[in-house]
């Protein structure tokens, strides 16, 4: 069984910063991909950030510039280093691992930004 924990959360300022760990164990096999996605109160789940196993790396719009995902694969950990944070940055964080055929998702992590 794969079990995800993120870490790295919590409240900050606006302009600040947060780095969001996830670490994966358990049998996870061979991974495709590694992710990171939120959702705020009232909407839907979004993507914020991938990586691929190849190092590729895709952000949705809101946040090029002051997000940087990165992954080690030997250690099964995907990071977000988010700089530049905003209000509208505030949401819970998911880590998300896919590992054909299978998708594994963390617990979420709280990001609150607010003065």
């Known amino acids: 069984q794969v079990h995800l924990v993120e870490s790295g959360g919590g409240l900050v300022q606006p302009g600040g910063s947060l780095r969001l760990s996830c670490a994966a164990s358990?049998?996870?096999?061979?991974?495709?991909?590694m992710g990171w996605y939120r959702q705020a109160p009232g909407k839907q789940r979004e993507l914020v950030a991938v990586?691929?196993?190849?190092?590729?790396?895709n952000y949705a719009d809101s946040v090029k510039g002051r997000f940087t995902i990165s992954g080690d694969n030997a250690k099964n950990t995907v990071y977000l280093q988010m700089n530049s944070l905003k209000p509208e940055d505030t949401a819970v964080y998911y880590c998300?691992?896919?590992?054909?055929?299978?998708?594994?998702w963390g617990q979420g992590t709280q990001v609150t930004v607010s003065s």
């Open positions: 998300n691992i896919k590992s054909w055929p299978l998708d594994h």
């Open positions: 358990g049998s996870i096999g061979s991974i495709n991909a």
């Open positions: 990586i691929t196993s190849g190092g590729s790396t």
